[in-house]
């Protein structure tokens, strides 16, 4: 494959997909398929072979189109209509209004602020093209990147252009990405490896689980010109055994980038090889850690260990070793194609681009969205997550997951970037965001995510082992109003100890759902403790008592 | 996963540099390649460890062997942390003994350490720590778990109850005696050490019966059988001999 | 170290040998795709869970075996992730998702249902062999909170009338 | 309308203790029961420990007899391994509990007893108590500290430490004796002899005075059961088990302990912790028998050493047959320290003694063992089951205090109903109930181990019926 054959794909596949009058795109991302997409577009094919529309009308699966919360969706790429809801007995209606009036009751309003308040660097191609046909992504540009970084840009060259675009990594701490690319170029040694952290194991994210499953060859593309930038020849994807779908779409991916030559050896007819393999996580949290994700590659349990030395200089089977999220590789096909300059144009001063959140909870319009970095809290969950269900009233926003905080109210417009974030006590995290309404405890929702440390924890280093098991100890106490006095002071205690000096970052970061609720929901504590009650009404020894 | 600097992280900067910095105020000199606790260890400041032990590769985790560097806000370990030149160490600032403490305290409430029936009893490295850091009391609950002793072996037997998860049994068996019937199974707060396919130890098919695990122990939870309370006293003369005939150039099985 | 010996498949004891053979055959194919390599004990133990449903002891040691893995290594990965089971699964399997959507959504009432209607917890099989429960971490199903996975099947805004009627109908009786 | 007095706690006893007396409508004592309000669980917990951890767990069981324990669990842990300890080892061993027989008697008459003997039972309560007694008898008291002391530093010289030392251990003793230390041994004899001498006199003075104690602290026939060795001499430690009948006729002899189920039965009670232990040929409740320093005087056939002997003769010539009133403890427990010092100097003299080789090495041979041994309270039976691992899967502890627990409930009712009548209760009255307990110097927290429910309601009522409360 050379950058013209690259050219001449994605030439044929637009002027093939021009032959249509008619793209009807069904989700079939997970979300949706849970609720039937699948049997959908088969019912859609079928009915449109029956009529004999096979010729300008064509069906097609697509990646996640966002709303996760009113699937199945279905989008008409060319009238720019979606529709929400579709059932099987939906199909005779919508093939019959094409080109027509569109079937009002099931439409999804495109213009409201869920859609309009977007922009879409890393979900681009989400929801438009196939992720199971490679020729659909080159026919966005796909590969477009790899080719003008192999055959136009040194390796130096490349981690200067996302330096420049002021890239930070997306899987939560937010390390510029263009340092971390740069200490593994420069880090000595023959082999080098590049991996994707896909073990996305916070509880309410699905971010990198949408994007593999939408958007599969994006990823591919970022991590070959990370290979190059860094000198790298092997890639290891690795990803959730619980993800099926994403794996599937990820092998049949890399099995198509490798027929086209894409990947593997001399790429573009350079001298550059690379070649990715895919690595099944096994259900541990904490293999979410670089070095503990690295031990699960080598087959062995995930325990993290002290740092440094760092995976740039000491990592996969002692090789520097870079690690990037999927968001962050995702990022990267579009930074090279279009330049850090364009890049670093959207987002805050110092949080450029874009950001991909996992808007779950309490919320009208659940699902995936993309918005510029800083963007305010309330503009994303009032604007385009559509408010609180049911009348009720908000409460408290999650980011960040296990290792997040609680952000209430009072910090609604507040930017979403990594520093404001990190200023209220909560992180960026991988994306997810958790809204609450003022039906749920917040104590409650502490011991949720310190019962799941607990049970995510390695056992490795005993501040983490034993401290998660206290902390929940005493937050079940306190839910179960069967707290003493003395129990607020050792949860904060415990949490310092933990923050102080757990060996790696679950250890640290896992007490800062206490903190940020002891922080902002005291009252939920304090009534808990002293009046045996919920405040919120939601735990249940609370209720029984009163 | 072994860490070893001679070895693998810094092989490029041969050879090592000579570095002066302060430890508590004192100026020493040392190796690059030299661990801070082993430099303070030379220089007379003793340094609180349980999962080290000169002889086996280091592993950072019981966390007790933490120290301030000036400008640096993170507690770092000393048994994986390496000087830099002016580097000025602190290793027992009031902060860095209170978790010290604390962190003494969460291992005696995680397993049921009876000092006063235990064979280690007077030569246990965690009774060691406490009275060293002056613990009286422990101001957590006891978790109390239902943990039980196998005694399936002829010469050993292993109590859970007085485990800490240094894993020095799993290192020693692993990168002394090369055989590896220790390891370690599940996670978070429900580890356990275990032989083979978590059998009993007697029917271990690949226990060699060196008994290295056992010398190796900190507390009582590996001992020699026949000795009665108190009488457990371990030997470990062996080890620095054994680690320099047996020297394998690297771990097929890191930890 | 170079004599590897025959394969035990032998050791495996399962009452029909060529169901065994067949069984074993997507353990061998793993294994053989990183040439035995020892790193690949991660992936060639999804390939024993996928065909045998479980970790078999049996099957344990054959692996660590060719693989040149220590036993206790074999059994500490096998504990260490939440994905491999070591006891067999009952007939049907019902994972209820414990992610944070689905727990704001409910999802921590419908396990109390479960255990106070059916008196199934979390992990365990009931004693009839019907049912597995289990509770995953996430299934990134959070727009359709609270969600469970039924034999395989995902369904989203579960509620504790339906998954015990699902689960009542799988063991043989209404509720 | 009964009424229900509650004594508790009960001073100057070992360990946690109450009494309860119910009154009729004429205010006459209708019931009464010893109860013991501690709950251990030690046969519980030594569940799945190993085996060579028992003398050290069950030694921990008690502060003032512990010896008692290590020994009882020692010979269960010989048993189980079918070992006899090399002669050094049993030496020290006998040793070491003479220590024990002489602070724990030294304790209970002293410091605990004296008071009630020497002050008067109806003395002021303020006085009543080892500070009275150093006013008072300022002799006595001086040499009542210095036999406790003596005692203790026999355990410490031989074992290593006063209390816990872990020194008995399966198969012998984990050191052996430091010949200086024999030295010293020795050279404290001669004190130790004077002053229980000495003591012996004054009491057998106060006996006139305490007529009615005598009369009525558990005067009743029962049987007794002790240990004696092969001449039917006293013996504490490697004897064999005699009972006797109130007659004073022997009804089993030279039972070795490993057997003692043919003859002892327990049976529960509901309101108690204790267990109540019953001589099996005459069930329960009719088979009460006591144990204990008096016990052991009435079973034996003297002590074996010149001056106790004449002690002894002496002790057996106030009654014929055995002694029933259980106030004799007292002079029981004096006869027996001079015994213990008599023995201990025959001990020391033993060339044996500083032999090197003080311990047999073996693994469990035998799935089971019963040690048993008398301790200054009386017999002390400990009974394990190990696997073939030689951990525990079953233990039984049977204690001195266990044996006399339905002796002590009866005495109870015998003293309040000599002593209280009408509405009108003394201190004086009370305490006496109190002391008929201090007697039996029981203690409690050993005897604390039944697995049960928990037994106590104890009902304060008014005449007109209603209940006030209910613990």
Not at chain 1, 181 to 210: H, Q, Y
Not at chain 1, 295 to 304: C, H, Q, T, V
Not at chain 3, 147 to 163: I, N, W
Not at chain 4, 256 to 281: G, M, N, Q
Request: aromatic letters at 8%; proline letters at 5%.
């Amino acid at each position: 494959m050379n950058i013209e054959d690259l050219h001449q794909i994605a030439r044929i596949e637009k002027s093939k997909q021009e032959g249509f009058q008619h793209q009807i795109h069904v989700c079939v991302a997970a979300g949706c398929l849970s609720c039937g997409s699948g049997q959908l577009k088969e019912a859609l094919e079928k009915e449109i072979a029956r009529r004999g529309l096979d010729t300008w009308c064509r069906v097609k699966g697509v990646g996640c189109l966002g709303l996760c919360t009113a699937g199945p969706l279905l989008s008409l790429e060319t009238a720019g209509i979606f529709y929400q809801g579709v059932k099987v007995s939906d199909v005779s209606d919508i093939l019959e209004a094409l080109g027509g009036a569109p079937v009002e009751r099931l439409i999804c309003p495109v213009n409201s602020a869920f859609f309009r308040r977007q922009v879409r660097i890393v979900l681009e191609n989400c929801g438009r093209i196939d992720p199971e046909r490679i020729e659909e992504y080159m026919a966005e540009s796909g590969y477009g990147g790899l080719a003008l970084a192999v055959s136009q840009m040194s390796p130096t060259e490349v981690i200067e252009e996302v330096s420049r675009s002021g890239l930070r990594g997306r899987g939560g701490a937010g390390f510029p990405t263009g340092l971390k690319w740069t200490s593994v170029a420069k880090a000595s040694g023959l082999t080098k490896f590049v991996i994707c952290n896909a073990d996305e194991g916070d509880p309410g994210a699905f971010m990198d689980r949408s994007v593999l499953e939408s958007d599969p060859h994006r990823v591919i593309e970022g991590m070959a010109i990370a290979g190059y930038a860094t000198g790298a020849s092997q890639g290891y994807i690795y990803v959730r055994a619980e993800y099926p779908l994403a794996v599937k779409r990820v092998r049949l991916a890399l099995f198509q980038a490798e027929r086209m030559g894409v990947l593997g050896n001399n790429i573009f007819n350079t001298s550059f090889s690379f070649n990715i393999k895919v690595r099944l996580g096994a259900g541990a949290f904490v293999c979410g850690e670089e070095t503990a994700l690295i031990a699960s590659i080598e087959g062995r349990m995930g325990r993290p260990r002290p740092r440094p030395p760092f995976p740039a200089e000491f990592g996969l089977w002692e090789h520097p070793t870079l690690i990037n999220n999927v968001e962050t590789f995702a990022n990267v096909p579009p930074l090279i194609r279009k330049g850090g300059r364009w890049f670093a144009g959207l987002g805050t001063e110092k949080s450029k681009g874009t950001k991909v959140f996992a808007l779950a909870g309490k919320i009208m319009n659940t699902g995936l969205i993309e918005v510029p970095m800083g963007t305010s809290l309330r503009d994303i969950v009032f604007d385009i997550g559509g408010g609180i269900p049911r009348g009720k009233e908000f409460k408290a926003v999650q980011t960040g997951g296990p290792s997040g905080g609680c952000i209430p109210g009072q910090f609604l417009d507040m930017p979403v970037d990594y520093d404001s974030l990190a200023k209220v006590g909560s992180i960026m995290g991988s994306g997810g965001m958790i809204v609450m309404d003022e039906s749920s405890c917040m104590v409650d929702v502490a011991r949720f995510f310190m019962e799941f440390c607990m049970s995510e924890s390695c056992g490795k280093c005993a501040p983490c082992r034993v401290g998660t098991r206290q902390i929940y100890d005493i937050l079940c106490r306190i839910t179960g109003n069967l707290s003493g006095p003395d129990d607020l002071a050792m949860l904060e205690d415990l949490c310092d100890l933990m923050k102080s000096t757990s060996l790696c970052g679950l250890g640290q970061s896992a007490p800062n759902p206490v903190l940020t609720t002891l922080r902002y929901f005291r009252d939920d504590y304090l009534s808990h403790i002293h009046d045996k009650r919920c405040l919120a009404g939601a735990c249940k020894a609370a209720r029984e008592v009163a | 996963m072994k860490i070893h600097p001679r070895k693998n992280v810094r092989s490029d900067l041969n050879p090592s540099r000579l570095l002066t910095f302060r430890i508590d105020e004192r100026v020493v000199s040392a190796h690059e390649d030299e661990s801070i606790l082993s430099v303070a260890r030379q220089n007379g400041i003793s340094i609180p460890t349980l999962c080290h032990l000169d002889g086996l590769s280091e592993r950072g985790a019981c966390r007790l062997c933490i120290v301030e560097v000036k400008g640096v806000a993170r507690l770092l370990p000393s048994c994986v942390t390496f000087p830099r030149q002016d580097m000025e160490i602190i290793t027992a600032s009031e902060r860095v003994v209170s978790y010290r403490k604390k962190i003494l305290e969460l291992l005696f409430t995680e397993r049921n350490h009876v000092c006063a029936v235990c064979v280690s009893n007077g030569h246990c490295e965690l009774q060691n720590l406490a009275v060293e850091l002056g613990i009286s009391h422990v101001r957590y609950p006891y978790l109390y778990p239902r943990l039980a002793v196998d005694a399936s072996h002829s010469r050993f037997s292993v109590d859970h109850n007085r485990c800490v998860l240094c894993l020095r049994c799993v290192r020693v068996c692993d990168e002394i005696e090369g055989a590896h019937t220790w390891d370690i199974m599940g996670r978070g707060i429900t580890s356990r050490v275990i032989t083979d396919l978590n059998q009993p130890w007697g029917s271990s098919e690949t226990c060699t019966g060196c008994g290295k695990c056992v010398q190796v122990c900190p507390t009582g939870a590996l001992s020699e059988k026949g000795k009665s309370v108190a009488e457990m006293i371990k030997r470990r003369q062996f080890l620095p001999y054994l680690q320099m005939m047996r020297g394998r150039q690297d771990e097929s099985w890191p930890k | 170290m170079k004599d590897q010996g025959a394969p035990p498949e032998a050791s495996v004891q399962v009452s029909s040998k060529s169901v065994e053979d067949r069984r074993l055959r997507l353990v061998n194919r793993t294994m053989q795709l990183y040439r035995n390599e020892a790193h690949a004990l991660i992936e060639t133990l999804h390939a024993v869970q996928e065909s045998f449903g479980y970790l078999e002891e049996d099957v344990l040691k054959y692996v660590a075996r060719t693989l040149r893995v220590p036993l206790s290594r074999v059994y500490a990965v096998a504990t260490f992730y939440h994905s491999f089971s070591l006891k067999p699964p009952g007939e049907h399997t019902c994972v209820i998702c414990m992610g944070t959507a689905c727990y704001i959504g409910g999802s921590g009432a419908i396990l109390d249902a479960l255990r106070e209607g059916e008196g199934i917890v979390s992990g365990e099989t009931t004693s009839d062999g019907k049912v597995s429960l289990l509770v995953a971490r996430c299934l990134g199903s959070c727009g359709l909170a609270p969600a469970g996975v039924f034999d395989g099947e995902v369904t989203g805004k579960l509620d504790s009338e339906h998954v015990l009627e699902r689960i009542g109908r799988w063991r043989g009786h209404e509720h | 309308m009964a009424e229900t007095i509650t004594i508790e706690p009960i001073t100057r006893i070992e360990g946690h203790g109450k009494i309860t007396i119910i009154l009729d409508d004429d205010g006459q004592v209708s019931d009464a029961r010893f109860h013991v309000t501690q709950f251990r669980g030690f046969e519980k917990l030594c569940e799945g420990r190993p085996y060579y951890e028992m003398p050290a767990i069950t030694e921990r069981i008690c502060g003032i007899c512990p010896v008692s324990h290590a020994l009882a669990s020692g010979k269960a842990c010989d048993a189980i391994l079918g070992v006899h300890p090399p002669e050094a080892a049993s030496l020290l061993r006998r040793l070491l509990n003479c220590g024990e027989f002489i602070q724990s008697h030294a304790l209970s008459f002293f410091y605990l007893s004296s008071p009630d003997l020497f002050l008067g039972m109806d003395a002021d309560p303020a006085k009543r108590n080892i500070t009275g007694i150093i006013e008072a008898y300022p002799e006595m008291a001086r040499d009542g500290i210095r036999l406790r002391k003596i005692g203790q530093q026999i355990i410490e010289m031989i074992s290593g430490k006063r209390i816990h030392a872990s020194w008995v251990v399966p198969g012998g003793v984990n050191a052996p004796l430091d010949a200086g230390h024999r030295q010293t041994m020795l050279q404290m004899i001669p004190e130790a002899l004077e002053i229980i001498i000495r003591t012996l006199a004054l009491f057998k003075k106060t006996l006139d005075q305490h007529r009615e104690e005598i009369r009525t602290f558990a005067n009743f026939p029962t049987y007794f059961m002790g240990m004696v060795d092969e001449e039917g001499n006293l013996e504490h430690v490697s004897g064999r088990l005699r009972i006797i009948d109130a007659k004073g006729h022997i009804v089993a002899d030279a039972i070795d302990p490993a057997d003692y189920r043919e003859y002892i039965a327990e049976a529960v009670e509901p309101w108690s912790y204790l267990k109540f232990p019953y001589y099996k040929p005459l069930g329960f409740p009719a088979g009460i028998y006591r144990v204990g320093p008096a016990a052991r005087l009435n079973v034996c056939n003297g002590c074996g050493t010149a001056l106790a002997d004449q002690e002894w003769a002496e002790f057996r010539e106030i009654e014929r047959g055995p002694l029933m009133s259980s106030f004799f403890n007292h002079y029981a427990r004096l006869i027996e320290i001079l015994f213990c010092i008599e023995t201990m100097q025959g001990l020391l003299a033993e060339p044996a003694i500083l032999a090197a080789r003080v311990r047999a090495v073996a693994q469990p041979n035998f799935p089971e063992g019963v040690g048993c041994v008398e301790a200054p309270r009386g017999t002390l039976i400990h009974h394990y089951r190990v696997d073939e691992d030689g951990l525990m899967t079953w233990a039984n502890l049977i204690v001195a205090t266990g044996h006399n627990t339905m002796a002590m409930s009866r005495g109870v009712l015998q003293v309040a109903k000599r002593f209280i009548t009408g509405a009108k209760i003394t201190e004086g009255a009370l305490n006496r109930v109190e002391a008929l307990i201090r007697a039996f110097d029981p203690c409690l927290s050993c005897s604390t181990h039944a697995l049960g429910q928990a037994p106590f309601t104890i009902r304060f009522m008014k005449t007109d019926g209603t209940i006030l409360g209910e613990t």
